[in-house]
Every structure is written in structure tokens, then in C-alpha cells.
């Protein structure tokens, strides 16, 4: 279990365990998949509700 | 920008301009994600912010043994190989991408280089690795909580201007982690 590159290069603490990454700047518009919004299922597909009595 | 418009308008960035962003604005976005709640108020997160020539360093280290087929290695367990419904949105997400990018089905060497792509961090200007304390492994609160500190800052970026994409190729070093449908 390790993140050899990532721990080295940006000098990350031994008390620490590596998460996620996260890659940040200003968007280029032009870029073609900067456009894709990902699907998601809907609320009825992903909830049960318990009680409402409808 | 209003709430709804950030949470609607969110997408994951995968292009970036090479404007650097600014240190001041990047802390302002990281106070306003650790707004976000933990169990216990423990904010077991933290952050290693990288630009510039270390960021550099760290993508080409994770292209050098991603091309030299060194076996992927990351801090966090992943499950089984995903099936069913879960294995159809990634592949359709996948499919998206590739459409968008003009990456056709039977063409490796372009998908191979989106996967590439992913272990530079998309080129992007910064990369913010989160990380939790060690003392905590073990409990499974402490991922659900850099999961909520992680998607808080995303959307504040987003509020400013900032996209961004969630990664795990960054922060490890092969393949199976981006493994794209066939």
C-alpha cells in the first residue's frame, strides 16, 4: 500500500494516508470533454421513503 | 453564484488553460469546503496543494512506471471489479468522453493516451492531494468524510470560476485504476 511518486514529490507525511487527488485550474472551454455531463439516476430510483403515507 | 447553479452546473474539467491560479483564492476554496461536516467534528482531512515543478516531478514519475508496467499501488482499498448497473454507468460515462473527444472504440494508442492523461492530472495547473491522519485507518467514517470535504471543494471551486476532476490515477501509479471499458 503505498503512493511511491505522489509521497516523495510533494513531501507527504508518514502520519498521513494518501485519499484522492484533486486537479484544479481554469477550465479550457475549448476542450471537448469539458462539455460532458455525466447521467444520473433519479431520485426514484435511488430513494425509498419510509412513512410519508402516499 | 447561486447554490443551484453551482451544484447543476458542476462538471468534472479535463482540459485546463496553463493560468496559474492564485494561492490566496486556492485557501479561500479550501476554508469554504472545510465547512463541510465530519463525524464527531473530527476533520480527519488535510491537504498537499502542488504546482509548479514538483507537480511536474509527480507527473512524470506516474507516466514513467505506468509505461513501464510497475503494478499500480494506492493508499485506499477499492473493491471488486465493478458489475451490473454500476459497471454500465461507468462504461457509459466512458462512452461519453470518448465520443466527445473523438477517441474511436478500436483506437489503443488514443485511448491510450487519455489514460496517460489521467496520470498527469489532466495537465492541470494545480493538484490538491487529500490526505486523512493515519491514526484513524480503519474507520470507515473518515473516507465519508473526505468524501464530503472533497465534494465541498469542488463545488466552491466551481463558484469561483475553478473546475476541477476527482482522480485516483494522480495519486497512484498504473493502470487498473482508470481501466476504460472495451
Same mark, same amino acid.
Given at each position: 500500500?503505498?503512493?511511491?511518486?505522489?509521497?516523495?514529490h510533494? /513531501?507527504i507525511?508518514?502520519d498521513?494516508?494518501?485519499m484522492?487527488?484533486?486537479a484544479?485550474?481554469?477550465?479550457?472551454?475549448?476542450f471537448p470533454a469539458n462539455?460532458?455531463?455525466?447521467?444520473r439516476?433519479?431520485v426514484?430510483?435511488?430513494t425509498?421513503?419510509?412513512g410519508f403515507? *402516499? | 453564484?447561486?447554490?443551484?447553479e453551482?451544484?447543476?452546473?458542476?462538471?468534472?474539467?479535463r482540459?485546463?488553460?496553463p *493560468?496559474?491560479?492564485?494561492?490566496?483564492l %486556492?485557501?479561500? %476554496?479550501?476554508g469554504l469546503?472545510?465547512r463541510a461536516?465530519?463525524s464527531?467534528?473530527t476533520q480527519?482531512?488535510n491537504?498537499?496543494?502542488?504546482?509548479?515543478?514538483?507537480?511536474?516531478?509527480? &507527473?512524470a514519475?506516474n507516466?514513467?512506471?505506468m509505461?513501464? /508496467?510497475?503494478?499500480?499501488?494506492?493508499e485506499?482499498?477499492?473493491?471488486?471489479?465493478?458489475?451490473?448497473?454500476?459497471? *454500465?454507468?461507468?462504461?457509459?460515462?466512458?462512452k461519453q468522453?470518448?465520443s466527445a473527444m473523438?477517441i474511436a472504440?478500436?483506437?489503443?494508442?488514443?485511448?491510450?493516451?487519455?489514460v496517460?492523461?489521467g496520470f &498527469?492530472?489532466f495537465?492541470?495547473p494545480?493538484?490538491?492531494i487529500v490526505t486523512?491522519? &493515519?491514526?484513524l485507518?480503519?474507520?470507515d467514517?473518515?473516507p465519508? *468524510?473526505?468524501g464530503?470535504?472533497?465534494t465541498a471543494?469542488?463545488?466552491?471551486a466551481?463558484?469561483?470560476?475553478?473546475g476541477?476532476? %476527482?482522480?485516483s490515477?494522480?495519486s497512484?501509479?498504473?493502470l487498473?485504476?482508470a481501466?476504460?471499458?472495451e
Amino acid at each position: 500500500m503505498q503512493s511511491p511518486v505522489v509521497r516523495e514529490h510533494a /513531501g507527504i507525511a508518514d502520519d498521513q494516508v494518501i485519499m484522492k487527488s484533486i486537479a484544479l485550474g481554469w477550465p479550457d472551454e475549448s476542450f471537448p470533454a469539458n462539455a460532458v455531463v455525466s447521467e444520473r439516476k433519479s431520485v426514484e430510483e435511488a430513494t425509498v421513503f419510509v412513512g410519508f403515507g *402516499d | 453564484m447561486q447554490f443551484d447553479e453551482v451544484i447543476l452546473g458542476r462538471r468534472s474539467i479535463r482540459g485546463y488553460k496553463p *493560468d496559474p491560479v492564485p494561492r490566496a483564492l %486556492i485557501e479561500e %476554496i479550501i476554508g469554504l469546503a472545510m465547512r463541510a461536516p465530519s463525524s464527531m467534528n473530527t476533520q480527519p482531512w488535510n491537504f498537499y496543494v502542488i504546482t509548479g515543478e514538483p507537480l511536474d516531478r509527480i &507527473r512524470a514519475g506516474n507516466t514513467e512506471r505506468m509505461v513501464a /508496467g510497475v503494478p499500480q499501488s494506492r493508499e485506499f482499498r477499492q473493491g471488486q471489479a465493478f458489475a451490473g448497473q454500476h459497471r *454500465d454507468r461507468q462504461v457509459g460515462v466512458a462512452k461519453q468522453l470518448f465520443s466527445a473527444m473523438g477517441i474511436a472504440r478500436d483506437d489503443k494508442e488514443m485511448r491510450q493516451d487519455w489514460v496517460l492523461r489521467g496520470f &498527469r492530472q489532466f495537465d492541470a495547473p494545480v493538484c490538491v492531494i487529500v490526505t486523512y491522519d &493515519r491514526v484513524l485507518d480503519g474507520s470507515d467514517d473518515t473516507p465519508f *468524510d473526505c468524501g464530503a470535504v472533497t465534494t465541498a471543494l469542488v463545488n466552491a471551486a466551481w463558484s469561483r470560476g475553478l473546475g476541477t476532476v %476527482i482522480n485516483s490515477q494522480g495519486s497512484c501509479s498504473r493502470l487498473s485504476c482508470a481501466s476504460t471499458p472495451e
